[in-house]
């Protein structure tokens, strides 16, 4: 299969339209069977539950091609669950595990010529997400729904690549304690817009946000969950019902014990240890692990001992073994890999 002529170890996090997206409506209480189309455009009405009500949740995952020239995809049965979460918490139909697979898989195939070469530094991020079509003006949920998948080729989601990033903890919260911190729906997306252009317009790369109830907890980013490397060389990451469940996090946590036998643990996490800390990184699907240099708490600056031009040293083990898991180098525990070609 010829490839797009595109510069891949240029790409940043953005958007290119790809050849074919899937698209299945939900009417009369049951899904259609859903086809692929080369029409990127959705046309809906003005009133539709998405329009007024924020009505929609998504999913991120990524095809990669391996070493030896194969296109897998990473753990997307758990991408599949966390949808069945975000859309019960949101009163939208569940898509089927099954389909919600299979879908993954006829996107990719139907965009292989987008899937980026090995070795590339890129990704064909693939973005499943659904919303509410028909319409709604009193405060309730939609009864027709769309889910799509669209697949787009994509490099680093933070611009300098592995430079670590400076982080700001943020006067904004992002989740409510009983609220919708841990599934991925679009309005809490919305609700971060106005912290993280405050955060970049201040010269930060990130917001770290607070929790809710007592802001002195750390939870996670706007896009990322963390993990820190303790000085006595732990890996932790911080336990919230607030934040999502990022599976890169589950996923680097289960390298760090059984892979690279380091303890690892999920617990609640202070600001104030912050300063216990010797590494520290964002995890998740777009940011994989981006390194973190320095956080600054109202002027007070948290500079990590793995400093300013490099990932730390176990943050970077994590790196090369999931990267490794994913692109094909290291076996992956059973299940992790989806092969598609
Ligand atoms: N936290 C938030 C708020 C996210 O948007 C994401 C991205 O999906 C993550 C964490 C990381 O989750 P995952 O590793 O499943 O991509
Ligand atoms: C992902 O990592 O897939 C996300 O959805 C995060 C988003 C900030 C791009």
Redesign the pocket.
């Known amino acids: 299969m010829e490839k797009q002529n595109i510069d891949w170890g240029s790409l940043g ?1 953005g958007y290119i339209k790809t050849d074919k997206r899937y698209v299945s409506n939900f009417k009369d209480g049951k899904w259609d069977d859903g086809v692929l189309t080369e029409d990127a455009t959705v046309c809906i009405n003005e009133c539709a539950g998405v329009l007024q009500y924020a009505q929609t949740c ?1 999913e ?2 990524k095809a990669y091609t391996t070493e030896d020239g194969h296109i897998v995809v990473f753990r997307p049965d758990l991408n599949a669950d966390r949808m069945i979460d975000s859309a019960k918490r949101l009163e939208m139909p569940v898509f089927p595990k099954d389909r919600f697979i299979d879908a993954v898989e006829k996107v990719v195939l139907a965009n292989e010529s987008f899937v980026p070469p090995y070795g590339s530094g890129a990704t064909l ?1 693939l973005r499943p997400y659904m919303f509410g079509t028909n319409p709604v003006i009193g405060v309730k949920p939609a009864d027709e729904y769309q889910f799509r998948i669209l697949a787009t080729p994509v490099g680093p ?1 933070f611009k300098g690549g592995v430079k670590p990033l400076t982080l700001k903890v943020s006067d904004f919260d992002r989740a409510a304690p009983h609220g919708t911190g841990h599934i ?1 729906g679009g309005l809490n ?1 919305a609700m971060s817009l106005h912290a993280i252009v405050t955060a970049h317009n201040e010269g930060y790369d990130e917001n770290m946000y607070l929790d809710a109830a007592t802001r002195t907890k750390i939870e996670e980013t ?3 969950n963390f993990i820190f490397v303790t000085k006595d060389g732990k890996v932790v990451t911080p336990k919230s019902n607030s934040i999502l469940p990022s599976i890169t996090r589950r996923s680097l946590m289960y390298v760090a014990k059984e892979y690279l036998g380091l303890d690892a643990q999920e617990r609640e996490i202070e600001l104030a240890e912050l300063s216990d800390m010797a590494e520290c990184g964002l995890c ?4 994989v692990i981006s390194p973190v240099g320095k956080v600054v708490d109202h002027g007070k600056e948290i500079c990590f001992p793995s400093g300013m031009t490099e990932m730390g040293p176990t943050i970077k083990k994590l790196y090369d073994t999931l990267t490794g898991i994913q692109m094909g180098r290291i076996p992956a525990p059973e299940g992790w890999i989806k092969v598609i070609k």
């Open positions: 996090f998504f991120g995952l991020y989601y991925k997306y706007g896009g990322a998740g699907t777009a940011a």
